[in-house]
Every structure is written in structure tokens, then in C-alpha cells.
């Protein structure tokens, strides 16, 4: 599996992806997203084990950015999930994001069919630490939990659009700070004057470092995927991961023929518009 | 897309804090273009392998600065005959005497860098020997 989803990576995973697509649809995908230092990882290792201890196998998917300079990056998610590693039913693949924005990298969506195909029951994905708007999460996981660090800003900050609208699970990490109770109640007010249609987006405050608070948030996601399953809303969750990777595959198609494109076309003279106009109309039709 | 970055594992292992030339040398591959994964400290052979084989990694870096480089560096060596990953490429770099680093070096470490080693030269031999292995398993 470590070297399939290499080939995912290098853009050679498609026949694999198409001899093994008939085997996915079984794994719960869970998406853990926030900003940087919220705890991410540690909150990870908590599920890990919790998912362990129910005798699940787990794969994580953790993802990190590239450098936009040297292309190069530095996956540091593991150090959060040491205690996994020699567990055989615990697969952990670290990602470089390798310039793809939303918080995810290319390769992700492949990584977590992979995972589902080869006979995972729960598959975490961890985003890039992410700052207000990097939602691509909302559309491959069933489940969305998004982890807020107290201190960092007041009810205006909750109200926001963005990372804010995708939760599904709001969780308030690191219990023990002085402002995490502040913190609580705002999401709380936030919440209590918004209209919610379905499912209203749960609270769980933890600290995932002493592992307080973990099974509540796993009672939480249990009881947004029943749900989904109830209500249906499953189906639609798994075409929206669908349509996501489908419109991945495209753009990243698309983008390869339009960079060649800008670099084979003359543009001398020409301003930005009339260039892109003359770009796109080069562009064989599809 | 295409031209995946090389990637490894940086490790520390056994009773040994200290991480700051695992670390200058993690910063040093990443901004060679190398996608580094830094396993933290404290980790056992057997856990440094297995990340190794899940991640997919091209080479393992060890750094040992606390003595014990004659215990975990073999260890390291039987752990990826046993996964079946003896492909990887295994290098390591601590405050280590010459006749240790030329006996593991005959146990099948492939390079010991010691202190003073330019970090030109590491990120030299990174990208030739573990791109050897690359271009082997693709």
C-alpha cells in the first residue's frame, strides 16, 4: 500500500485506483482540520487509539505543506503518533500538500480510497494547519471535526465564514487553557443564532494531550455518522468525495495542457485578457 | 506531478535528546527539495523502520549523539532485512569514532557523517545514492 500510494503521488495511480475502486465505500473518513499548533495530531493519536481499543483498523493520511521555494517539505505529524507505530492495524502516511491549496495535497483522495480498498475501517485525515478558508475537507470526509485553540480571537472570529461553516464537530482542544470555557461559550452563542437545517454541528471540549475528553468526541462523530446514515445524507457525502476527486483529476489535467500552453504562446504586446482569451481558444475542445 | 521529491526519514533513537543536528539536517534536505519526515525522538529501530516502509521513504537518517550508535545502528540494519526493505538506503551521522564508523559501515550503514561533515556533502549523498533507489523502484 506504502508504494500505491507513491504512485498516486507521481500521477501512475489511476489503473490501480480503477481495479480497486469496486472494493471502497466501506470506511468511515473522518476530516480533523485547524489551525497550526490547535493540537491536530495529538487529537489523531486520541482517535487512533480510541478506534483501536474498539478493535478498528486505522489509517491516517496527514498531510503538511511544501515549500513554494524548494518544493521541498518537512513532515513532522508522526511525532504526535508515535505510540502507533509498530501497531500493524494502524497505517499512517504522512503528505506533502506539493502546492495544491485547501489544505489538502493531490494525492489525498487517492490515498483514501486506498486505505478503504485495502480494508480500513476508520480513515483520518488530517489537513495542512489551516488558516481561515481551507475547506477542501468539507468534501471528502464524511465526518468533519474542526479544532479551535482558545485565545485566538473573540465572537467575530466564530462568525466568520470559512473553516467555520464546514464543521460537523467543533472541538475546543486544550481544555486547560484559561480561555477555553470563553472560547466554548462563544461557539455556543454562535451557534444558538444561527438556523440549522438537519444536523447541528456538536461541541466537544477536550485535551488531547492527557486524552480528556476523546470518548465524547468519538460518541460525537458516531452519532453524526448514524445520521448520515439515517437521514441518507450519506449518499450524498460520498458523491460530494466523488465530484471532488473527479474535479481534482481534471484540473490538474488542465492545468498541465494550460501551463504549456502559456509557455509555448507568444505574448508580447498582448494584454492579460486578450492573452488568456487566445490561450483558452488554442485549447483543443472537450 | 511527475517528478516526486525524494523523500526520508530522519530518526532519533534510544535515550537521546538531542536533536538539533537531526533537525539542521531535516531543514537542510527539505530545502535540497526533499520531502523530509522527522519521527521525533526517543523512537526504537523497530518503530524507525516501520515508518520508513509506510512512508515509502527512499533513506533513513539516524542520528545518534548519546554513545549507544554500536547497539542501534545494527538493530536498524537487521530491522529492514527483516521488513524486506533492505532497498532503503541507511545513513547516520553522531559523534562517532572512525573504527566504529568503519565497522558499520561494513554492517551495511551506507555513509556515517560526523561533526564537520559540510552539509553540502550530505545533501549530495542523499540525492545520488537515494535516487539510485528511486529510479530503481520507481
Known amino acids: 500500500m506504502a508504494r500505491a500510494i507513491s504512485w498516486s503521488e507521481s500521477g501512475r495511480g489511476g489503473d490501480l485506483i480503477r481495479a480497486l475502486y469496486a472494493k471502497t465505500g466501506r470506511a468511515m473518513t473522518l476530516g480533523l482540520t485547524g489551525p497550526p499548533g490547535v493540537g491536530?495530531?495529538?487529537?489523531?493519536?486520541?482517535?487512533?487509539?480510541?478506534?483501536?481499543s474498539l478493535g478498528k483498523r486505522v489509517g491516517v493520511v496527514s498531510v503538511d505543506p511544501s515549500s513554494p521555494f524548494s518544493h521541498g517539505a518537512?513532515?513532522?505529524?508522526?511525532?504526535?503518533?508515535?505510540?502507533?507505530?509498530?501497531?500493524?492495524?494502524?497505517?499512517?502516511?504522512s503528505m506533502a500538500s506539493r502546492g495544491h491549496l485547501g489544505g489538502l495535497a493531490g494525492a489525498t483522495a487517492d490515498a483514501v480510497l486506498l486505505m478503504d480498498a485495502f480494508g480500513f475501517d476508520v480513515v483520518l485525515i488530517e489537513t495542512v494547519g489551516v488558516g481561515q478558508s481551507e475547506v477542501?475537507?468539507?468534501?471528502?470526509?464524511?465526518?468533519?471535526?474542526?479544532?479551535?485553540?482558545?485565545?485566538?480571537?473573540?465572537?467575530?472570529?466564530?462568525?466568520?465564514?470559512?473553516?467555520?461553516?464546514i464543521a460537523d464537530v467543533f472541538v475546543v482542544n486544550k481544555a486547560d487553557h484559561p480561555m477555553a470555557d470563553q472560547l466554548r461559550r462563544e461557539i455556543r452563542s454562535t451557534m444558538e443564532m444561527l438556523q440549522w437545517d438537519g444536523w447541528v454541528p456538536e461541541l466537544v471540549v477536550t485535551q488531547a494531550l492527557a486524552g480528556t475528553g476523546i470518548d465524547e468526541l468519538w460518541s460525537a462523530v458516531e452519532r453524526h455518522v448514524a445520521y448520515l446514515n439515517e437521514t441518507g445524507e450519506m449518499e450524498m457525502r460520498r458523491r460530494d468525495a466523488f465530484t471532488h476527486q473527479v474535479r481534482q483529476l481534471a484540473l490538474g489535467r488542465l492545468e498541465q495542457r494550460l501551463n504549456r500552453a502559456i509557455r509555448d504562446g507568444a505574448r508580447d504586446g498582448v494584454d492579460p485578457y486578450e492573452a488568456a482569451e487566445r490561450i483558452l481558444a488554442s485549447l483543443p475542445k472537450f | 506531478m511527475n517528478e516526486r521529491p525524494l523523500r526520508i526519514v530522519?530518526?532519533?533513537?534510544?535515550?537521546?535528546?538531542?536533536?538539533?543536528?537531526?533537525?539542521?539536517?531535516?531543514?537542510?534536505?527539505?530545502?535540497?527539495?526533499?520531502?523530509?519526515?522527522?519521527?521525533?525522538?526517543?523512537?526504537?529501530?523497530?518503530?524507525?523502520?516501520?515508518?520508513?516502509?509506510?512512508?515509502?521513504?527512499?533513506?533513513?537518517?539516524?542520528?545518534?549523539?548519546?554513545?549507544a550508535h554500536m547497539t542501534l545502528f545494527p538493530l536498524v540494519v537487521e530491522q529492514l532485512q527483516a521488513q524486506g526493505a533492505g532497498d532503503i538506503v541507511f545513513f547516520g551521522g553522531g559523534t562517532i569514532p572512525p573504527d566504529d564508523a568503519q565497522r558499520l559501515r561494513d554492517l551495511g550503514v551506507r555513509a556515517i557523517f560526523t561533526p564537520g561533515a559540510p552539509l553540502q556533502d550530505i545533501v549530495d549523498f542523499v540525492r545520488s545514492e537515494c535516487g539510485k533507489r528511486r529510479a530503481l523502484v520507481g
Open chain 1, 136 to 165: 477542501a475537507i468539507a468534501e471528502l470526509a464524511h465526518t468533519v471535526l474542526v479544532a479551535l485553540q482558545p485565545g485566538s480571537g473573540d465572537s467575530i472570529q466564530v462568525l466568520k465564514a470559512g473553516i467555520m461553516e
Open chain 1, 74 to 93: 518537512l513532515l513532522g505529524d508522526r511525532i504526535r503518533l508515535a505510540e502507533h507505530f509498530t501497531d500493524e492495524c494502524v497505517f499512517i502516511r
Open chain 1, 40 to 52: 491536530k495530531s495529538t487529537l489523531a493519536s486520541g482517535l487512533v487509539r480510541k478506534a483501536r
Open chain 2, 10 to 67: 530522519i530518526a532519533k533513537a534510544g535515550l537521546d535528546g538531542h536533536d538539533r543536528g537531526a533537525k539542521v539536517i531535516a531543514r537542510a534536505l527539505r530545502d535540497a527539495g526533499m520531502e523530509v519526515i522527522y519521527t521525533g525522538l526517543f523512537q526504537t529501530p523497530e518503530q524507525i523502520v516501520q515508518t520508513a516502509v509506510q512512508e515509502d521513504a527512499d533513506g533513513i537518517g539516524l542520528s545518534i549523539l548519546s554513545g
